[in-house]
């Protein structure tokens, strides 16, 4: 295996010598902070390929850690580890820029199957695929990050952006929330969740609702469609 260097910010020595360990054992290499500002430290001085943070961080949270990543580099995979489990906490670890987010306790072969396909995904990112996507009026710039409607600049989220990326990439298809699921949070489809339609919500507010033309339509017990003329 190609030797991958993950930051690892988690205050409970235990849980990160272990994840340390077993993560070692299956070829990473892994380097640890107990805090948040000595992971902001390490991350500002070496090159690293995922992030691993806890929320509930000494000196700098997860959330903020995340935020202040983000501000540098749009594109290093990020897992939050934490026992925070509603969903306003999930949106809220997405929305500051979280590509994952895994629940203590948890099983470590679970971490593991999110790391490989964060891994893979960033590897697609990387290839040559264009950096504008188009539907009618709507264009997404895949390098500056900006997004358009009508020539009305639109402001997304991480995680909104993500997931309009996605919708973009499969326009005129009908993708279904497991699909979503899969694709944009990296996560098994959870039945017992409405966050896919939470941010469907979201991101229609910003690019459909102020405009004539509706682009995301529901398709009734299939998913979504972002569809144009």
Same mark, same amino acid.
């Given at each position: 295996?190609? #030797?991958?260097?993950?930051?690892?910010? &988690? @205050?409970?020595?235990?849980?990160?010598?272990?994840?340390?360990?077993?993560? !070692?054992?299956? %070829?990473?290499? $892994?380097? $640890?902070?107990? #805090? !948040?500002?000595?992971?902001?430290?390490?991350?500002?001085?070496?090159?690293?390929?995922?992030?691993?943070?806890?929320?509930?961080?000494? %000196?700098?949270? %997860?959330?903020?850690?995340?935020?202040?990543?983000?501000?540098?580099?749009?594109? $290093?995979?990020?897992?939050?580890?934490?026992?925070?489990?509603?969903?306003?906490?999930?949106?809220? %670890?997405? @929305?500051?820029?979280? @590509?994952?987010?895994?629940?203590?306790?948890?099983?470590?072969?679970?971490?593991?199957?999110?790391?490989?396909?964060?891994?893979?995904?960033?590897?697609?990112?990387?290839?040559? $695929? !264009?950096?504008?996507? *188009?539907? @009618?009026?709507?264009?997404?710039?895949? =390098?500056?990050?900006?997004?358009? *409607? =009508?020539?009305?600049?639109?402001?997304?989220?991480?995680?909104?952006?993500?997931?309009? &990326?996605?919708?973009?990439?499969?326009?005129?298809?009908?993708?279904?929330?497991? #699909?979503?699921?899969?694709?944009?949070?990296?996560? =098994?489809?959870?039945?017992?969740?409405?966050?896919?339609?939470?941010?469907?919500?979201?991101?229609?507010?910003?690019?459909?609702?102020?405009?004539?033309?509706?682009?995301?339509?529901?398709?009734?017990?299939?998913?979504?469609?972002?569809? &144009?003329?």
């Amino acid at each position: 295996m190609e #030797d991958l260097r993950i930051l690892l910010v &988690e @205050d409970e020595v235990r849980i990160a010598d272990t994840l340390r360990m077993g993560l !070692g054992e299956n %070829g990473y290499d $892994v380097e $640890v902070a107990y #805090d !948040g500002q000595i992971g902001w430290r390490m991350f500002q001085t070496k090159r690293f390929n995922l992030l691993i943070l806890d929320i509930n961080l000494p %000196g700098i949270t %997860g959330y903020e850690l995340t935020k202040m990543v983000r501000a540098q580099n749009e594109n $290093v995979p990020i897992i939050m580890l934490t026992a925070l489990s509603s969903l306003d906490d999930k949106i809220e %670890g997405y @929305d500051a820029g979280a @590509d994952d987010y895994i629940i203590k306790p948890f099983e470590f072969k679970e971490l593991l199957m999110k790391i490989r396909v964060l891994m893979r995904r960033t590897a697609d990112v990387q290839a040559p $695929v !264009g950096n504008l996507l *188009r539907a @009618d009026d709507l264009l997404m710039n895949l =390098d500056t990050k900006e997004v358009k *409607r =009508d020539e009305t600049t639109v402001h997304l989220t991480a995680k909104e952006f993500q997931l309009l &990326e996605y919708l973009l990439r499969n326009k005129n298809r009908v993708v279904s929330r497991a #699909d979503i699921a899969i694709n944009v949070w990296d996560i =098994d489809f959870d039945t017992n969740t409405n966050i896919i339609d939470v941010y469907i919500n979201y991101v229609r507010n910003k690019i459909d609702k102020p405009f004539p033309r509706k682009l995301i339509q529901t398709q009734v017990g299939m998913g979504y469609i972002l569809k &144009e003329s």
